[in-house]
């Protein structure tokens, strides 16, 4: 089936926002889903998006080891670094609030069985029994569909069509902040009582913490494998939608988010690492837009691929126009995730 047949709501979003030419070359490395095993076979179809971020405010990027940043090498230098998950964690947070959404304004519509808002959650339990348990997740949403879930309960795990490589920040700074939490009652570190020792009389405790300096720009890549017009068509929004991250549980502080360009080829082109290599040290957005623009155009020469589109401003207002809780939208999009799930239960043979 193609395309236009399958998804004529969101071919006609895609060609309204991007131009007819634009859309015409990144079209052969969009995919159209229709339920069958075929469909879901991986064939070589990708579309990258690269982006610059600027830290707002002093963020804190949290690990799981013992520091409270990442650092890489790039060319001679240090610098902080966002692992891709928790910027997607931040994009899954969003897209399942507007899916929650657009299945309680049009549930009669999407063809959906079931309770949406009840079967499927990422947020963790906070209270009572199942505290600190993550809920589960339905496996048959549009999220699910593109951003990958598993469930004990189905016969089918969902691999991630929404990946990436991490954030490079251009310029390593770091400060480091040491300060004291003060104990609630006395409002001291140390409380006279009886104990012999300084050591033994302290309440409260010191503290320090690694921060990246406001005003740091990081250089980003999404890429979306096999993606269908209406996932396109919500990752761009969500993309431009979400132009602040953080203050959260992963990042705290406030990175703003601008897409800058993307290309669709038979492989994802270029990495996050080589343009942050190449445009260390530079500190303004325009400066960086224009060497990741340029950084494409000459990746693109090797390759297959489609025209470089740039997310100009008209582009980019004109995204944030589309009507995400228009009926015909949504309902491609949930049509297309049972589709895709169809064609994985045909592909895996599960019923
Ligand atoms: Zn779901």
């Known amino acids: 089936m193609s395309l236009p047949n399958l998804y004529p709501q969101s071919v006609e979003v895609l ?30 179809k990708h579309i990258t998006v690269y982006w610059v971020g600027r830290a707002a405010d002093r963020m804190i990027l949290r690990t799981e080891g013992e520091d409270d940043i990442v650092l890489s090498d790039v060319g001679t230098e240090a610098v902080p670094t966002i692992i891709f998950r928790k910027l997607k964690a931040v994009y899954l947070r969003e897209f399942m609030q507007l899916a929650r959404v657009q299945w309680a304004k049009h549930k009669e519509k999407i063809g959906y069985e079931g309770d949406f808002l009840a ?31 598993t469930s004990a309960k189905a016969g089918y795990n969902l691999v991630s069509r929404f990946v990436g490589d991490a954030a490079y920040a251009l310029t390593p700074g770091t400060e480091r902040r040491t300060g004291s939490s003060v104990d609630e009652v006395t409002y001291t570190t140390i409380m006279l009582t009886e104990g012999a020792s300084e050591e033994e009389r302290r309440t409260g405790a010191l503290y320090s913490e690694t921060l990246v300096e406001p005003g740091t720009l990081f250089v980003g890549k999404i890429v979306l494998p096999m993606v269908s017009p209406p ?69 693109a020469k090797f390759a297959t691929s489609s025209n470089v589109i740039e997310f100009t401003k008209d582009i980019v207002v004109k995204l944030k126009n589309v009507n995400m809780l228009d009926e015909k939208l949504v309902v491609e999009l949930w049509e297309n995730a049972r589709n895709y799930i169809e064609g994985v239960k045909a592909y895996i043979r599960v019923k």
């Open 15 to 44: 060609k309204g926002v991007l131009g007819g030419e634009n859309y015409k070359s990144i079209e052969p490395y969009l995919h159209a889903y229709d339920g069958t095993a075929e469909s879901v076979k991986p064939v070589a």
């Open 119 to 149: 079967e499927c959650s990422i947020a963790v339990g906070i209270a009572g029994e199942r505290k600190g348990v993550l809920h589960s997740r339905c496996m048959r949403c549009p999220v699910d569909a593109l951003m990958g879930a």
């Open 231 to 299: 996932e396109l068509v919500h990752v761009l929004r969500l993309l431009t939608h979400v132009t602040r991250v953080g203050a959260r549980t992963s990042i705290q502080g406030t990175l703003e988010v601008y897409p800058v360009a993307m290309i669709g080829d038979l492989f994802e082109v270029g990495t996050a690492y080589e343009v942050a290599e190449r445009l260390q040290g530079k500190k303004s957005i325009e400066e960086v837009r224009g060497g990741i623009l340029e950084y494409l155009s000459r990746e």
